[in-house]
């Protein structure tokens, strides 16, 4: 059974950092290319970070580029993302989700499995 379970969120201050991860079970993590999206209230959910199968390739969202870095460790089967200087504009359900390719994609439907989200709130 695939499962991809996301933790870390919560509410922080405007300028705080969070750390989510994602933790897959059920599929060859190793061969899985790994995004994180968001989704705002009222809005479309939306690429953030993504990782290829190795680590080595990242892409970011020009929205979070210089503030948040996503990693894997592909030895525990999970990825990560790490949130600093985290603004308003950040507050979203985040979601984890795995695409079996060997390239980066930010397209929402590539993606093959997702987890259930984390809640993000950030206070101004």
């Known amino acids: 059974q695939v499962q991809l379970v996301e933790s870390g969120g919560g509410l922080v201050q405007t300028g705080g950092s969070l750390r989510l991860s994602c933790a897959a079970s059920g599929f060859t993590f190793s061969i899985y290319a790994m995004g994180w999206f968001r989704q705002a209230p009222g809005k479309e959910r939306e690429f953030v970070a993504a990782i290829n199968r190795s680590g080595g390739n990242t892409y970011y969202a020009d929205s979070v580029k210089g503030r948040f870095t996503v990693s894997r460790d592909n030895g525990k089967n999970t990825v990560s993302l790490q949130m600093n200087s985290l603004e308003p504009g950040d507050t979203a359900v985040y979601y984890c989700?795995?695409?079996?390719?060997?390239?980066?994609?930010?397209?929402?439907?590539?993606?093959?499995?997702w987890g259930q989200g984390t809640q993000v709130t950030v206070s101004s």
């Open positions: 989700a795995a695409d079996r390719t060997v390239w980066v994609r930010m397209v929402a439907t590539e993606y093959e499995y």
